[in-house]
């Protein structure tokens, strides 16, 4: 039975591996997301927003996205079949900092009282540690706590810093979090430069 089992579990896995689908970063890195995803930046969010999507809730989103978009270069990832408004977002910055397992909690808790001043939410840190991937950055965290910017909402977040960029790659969701959360995790244990 427990080989079975065992084979049955390997077997599902192989089969998610392959129903991969293959991203480019504006960052020039490489990715996969499971097949369904959508990658959103300045130059296809206009046509992704006349596209055929009725859904007021999508169309919402795709707004805020707008908005992001003019104030920051951002990469957005929607499985509108999964969920209209979960969503995974990309985000580079220059830095050089160090972060490691003395330090996680201090920026995490940084980090959320920046989050509350702007999203007007106090919320609490559900998790916060350093993160084993990708395996080639200088160091890496997972933090999650409910969203300041929206109730009902879950953010969880892998921040890493790799030749002198920080790499935040943030997971919104308000159904299917562990999904999301897996999806996340598999996504920065995928990048290749």
């Not at 990715?31 to 369904?36: A, I, K, S, V």
């Not at 920046?114 to 160091?139: S, Y």
């Amino acid at each position: 039975m427990h080989k079975l089992l065992i084979i049955i579990l390997i077997s599902l896995s192989y089969l998610n591996i392959l129903k991969a689908e293959n991203f480019t970063s504006i960052e020039n890195f490489s990715f996969e997301l499971p097949d369904g995803y959508e990658l959103f930046n300045k130059s296809n969010l206009f046509e992704i927003y006349d596209h055929t999507y009725k859904d007021p809730l999508i169309k919402r989103q795709i707004k805020l996205a707008e908005e992001y978009l003019k104030k920051q270069k951002v990469e957005l990832l929607y499985n509108f079949s999964s969920h209209p408004s979960n969503n995974i977002n990309i985000l580079v910055f220059k830095a050089n900092y160090k972060v490691n397992s003395k330090t996680v909690k201090k920026q995490c808790k940084k980090i959320l009282k920046i989050e509350k001043k702007v999203g007007k939410r106090k919320v609490k840190l559900n998790e916060c540690r350093m993160h084993d991937q990708p395996t080639f950055a200088d160091w890496s965290m997972y933090r999650e706590n409910e969203s300041s910017f929206i109730e009902g909402a879950t953010t969880q977040q892998i921040i890493f810093l790799y030749k002198r960029k920080e790499y935040v790659i943030t997971s919104a969701c308000w159904q299917k979090c562990d999904e999301m959360k897996s999806d996340l995790l598999n996504l920065v244990k995928s990048i290749k430069f």
